[in-house]
C-alpha cells in the first residue's frame, strides 16, 4: 500500500504515486514529457502545491516533476533517509590541545526538514563531531550548544552570552574557541565580538556552511576541520572567520572578524577580506600566514570582555531622491545612532542636510560609510561632503557599512557624550579602520574580458 499519512501528495501528484504504486523513499526513474529523472522521492512540503512530485538527484539537489507530465515511474528500490546522527562522546588525549565549540546554529548545525522542506538547526555540536571524527586527531572537542537558531535571528541578547562564554571558557584555560554560526550574518557577529571580547590570548574562530549536511557538496566538514585546527593549533589571538577559500576543497582563509563579509549568496567560497588581506591559509595539513600584524597566542588567561549595546542604532542606505521623512521617522523613533552607506567617497542628496540637521541637533550621532565597500570615506574633496560633515556626520574612514553598525552600538551602549562616542569609533581595536589599503587589497575580476579570461585558464579551477 502506497504511503502517503506523510507524504503530504494529494490531488494529481498523490494520485500519480498511487497509479504507479509507489511512496515517499521509493528510489524510481520518473519518464515524463520533460524528460527522463532518476531519484529518491522525497516527502512534500505541507505549504507547497499539490501538482509536483519532488525528487532528489544523484547530485544532491532537489527537483519537481510536474505530475501531469509523469508517463511513468519505475521502482528500484527504497532508501528511507535518517538525518539523525548519534551524539558521540569526544575521545580525550591529554597531548592534544583543548578546544571548545559554541553551537548557535545554522547551516553546519543543520538537517533538511522534508516535512516543510526547510533547512532547520538540528544537529546538536555533539552530533557533529558523529559526522566529522577527524575533529578527534585535532584536539580534545567540548561542545555546548547555546542556540539553534539562524543567524538571522541572532541579536544583541544572543551576542552577549556568547561573549561572556568565550570569556569564561578563556578563564577555563581552554586553547582555543570554535564558534559554528549561520554564515549570513556571521560578519555582524565576528565584528561585534572583536569589539566586545578585547585582547584574548587563544583564537577564536567562527566557521559555518554555505550549503547543509546533507548534500554531496556540502563545505560543512572542511570548514569545521580547519577552523577547529586553527583555534587548537594556530598562533592567531583574534577572532577570526574560517570558510572556504577557493570554490574546491583545498584550504580555507582566515579572515579578520572587522574585515570580512559574505558576498556571495550561494558560492562556497563567499566570504572575502574586503579593503584588505585574509590573515592566513589553513588545510589539514597547516596553517600559512599571508600577514604577520596580528595578535598573538599568549599563555596567561587575561582578557576583557565589555558587552554593551544599544540597539536603537541602524543602517541608512542612501539611494537617489530619498526622502527627508525617511530620516525624519527614525528620529522619531527614538533611534540614537545612524550609520549612513552613502555613494562614491561619502555623499547624500542635498534635500537630506535638513533632516540630517534636526537629527543631530536631537543628539543622534551620525556616522558616514561608502556603500561600495572597498575605499574609504573621503569627505574634504567635494562640497556635498563638506557641507554634510558641517551638519555633524563624521567619516567612518573604510570601516565597513556594518561593521560601522555594530561598533556604533557597543560604543552608544557605553556612552552617550558625542566626543567619547567618537574617540570611541574613530580608535581602531582590529583593524576596522586602516591607513590605507594593500595594492592587493582590492581585486575584483570581470568575466569575459580577454586578459580575466587567460588568467581564469591559468589557474587550476
Known amino acids: 500500500m502506497v504511503e502517503k499519512s506523510m507524504t503530504g501528495y494529494r490531488g494529481i501528484a498523490g494520485s500519480i504515486l498511487d497509479t504507479f504504486r509507489v511512496g515517499i523513499w521509493s528510489d ?5 514529457s520533460k524528460g527522463r529523472f532518476s531519484g529518491l522521492i522525497l516527502p512534500r512540503s505541507e505549504t507547497a502545491d499539490d501538482k509536483h512530485v519532488v525528487l532528489k538527484l544523484a547530485s544532491g539537489y532537489n527537483i519537481g516533476v510536474a505530475a501531469e507530465a509523469i508517463t511513468k515511474i519505475t521502482e528500484h528500490g527504497r532508501r528511507e533517509a535518517h538525518y539523525k546522527i548519534p551524539e558521540k562522546q569526544f575521545p580525550v588525549d591529554d597531548r592534544k590541545p583543548n578546544v571548545t565549540l559554541l553551537g548557535t546554529g545554522g547551516t553546519i548545525a543543520s538537517r533538511l526538514d522534508y516535512r516543510t522542506g526547510a533547512v532547520i538547526p538540528a544537529f546538536s555540536p555533539g552530533e557533529l563531531y558523529g559526522s566529522v571524527p577527524e575533529l578527534a586527531d585535532i584536539c580534545n572537542l567540548r561542545t555546548e550548544k547555546l542556540y539553534g537558531v539562524f543567524s538571522e535571528n541572532m541579536g544583541p541578547e544572543q551576542y552577549i552570552r556568547l561573549a561572556e562564554r568565550v570569556g569564561e571558557e578563556i578563564r577555563a584555560g581552554v586553547d582555543g574557541i570554535v564558534i559554528g554560526h549561520g554564515t549570513d550574518t556571521m560578519h555582524h557577529t565576528a565584528a561585534i565580538l572583536t569589539f566586545m571580547i578585547q585582547n584574548p590570548p587563544v583564537p577564536i574562530v567562527m566557521v559555518g556552511s554555505q550549503r547543509s549536511s546533507d548534500r554531496p557538496s556540502s563545505d560543512a566538514a572542511i570548514n569545521l576541520i580547519n577552523a577547529v585546527k586553527a583555534a587548537a593549533e594556530g598562533d592567531i589571538a583574534e577572532v577570526l572567520v574560517c570558510m572556504f577559500g577557493p570554490t574546491s576543497d583545498e584550504y580555507c582563509l582566515l579572515h579578520r572578524g572587522t574585515r570580512v563579509r559574505k558576498m556571495h549568496s550561494s558560492y562556497r567560497s563567499t ?7 585574509p590573515v592566513a591559509m589553513v588545510d589539514p595539513d597547516g596553517i600559512r600566514d599571508l600577514r604577520d600584524d596580528y ?8 582578557v576583557t570582555i565589555n558587552t554593551a549595546f544599544e540597539e536603537k542604532v541602524t543602517i541608512l542606505y542612501y539611494y537617489p531622491n530619498m526622502q527627508p521623512d525617511i530620516v525624519d521617522a527614525i528620529v522619531d523613533n527614538g533611534y540614537r545612532g545612524i550609520v549612513i552607506a552613502g555613494t ?6 542635498k534635500p537630506l542636510y535638513g533632516a540630517i540637521k534636526r537629527a543631530t541637533d536631537k543628539g543622534v550621532h551620525i556616522y558616514m560609510t561608502v556603500q561600495t565597500l572597498w575605499g574609504y570615506v573621503q569627505m574634504y574633496v567635494y562640497e556635498t561632503g563638506r557641507e554634510i560633515m558641517e551638519l555633524g556626520v563624521v567619516p567612518a574612514a573604510n570601516m565597513l557599512p556594518e561593521v560601522a553598525y555594530v561598533k556604533l552600538c557597543w560604543a552608544l551602549g557605553q556612552t552617550g557624550d558625542r566626543d567619547e562616542v567618537r574617540h570611541i569609533m574613530l ?3 582590529s583593524d576596522e579602520t586602516t591607513d590605507r589599503e594593500p595594492y592587493n587589497g582590492y581585486l ?3 568575466g569575459a574580458i580577454p586578459e580575466v579570461q587567460e588568467f581564469l585558464r591559468s589557474i587550476k579551477r
Open 444 to 446: 575584483i575580476f570581470q
Open 28 to 32: 524510481v526513474v520518473i519518464e515524463s
Open 295 to 302: 595578535r598573538r597566542r599568549r599563555d596567561d588567561r587575561d
Open 344 to 349: 562614491g567617497l561619502g555623499h547624500i542628496n
Open 427 to 429: 580608535t581602531p581595536i
Open 271 to 277: 566570504f572575502r577580506t574586503i579593503g584588505d588581506i
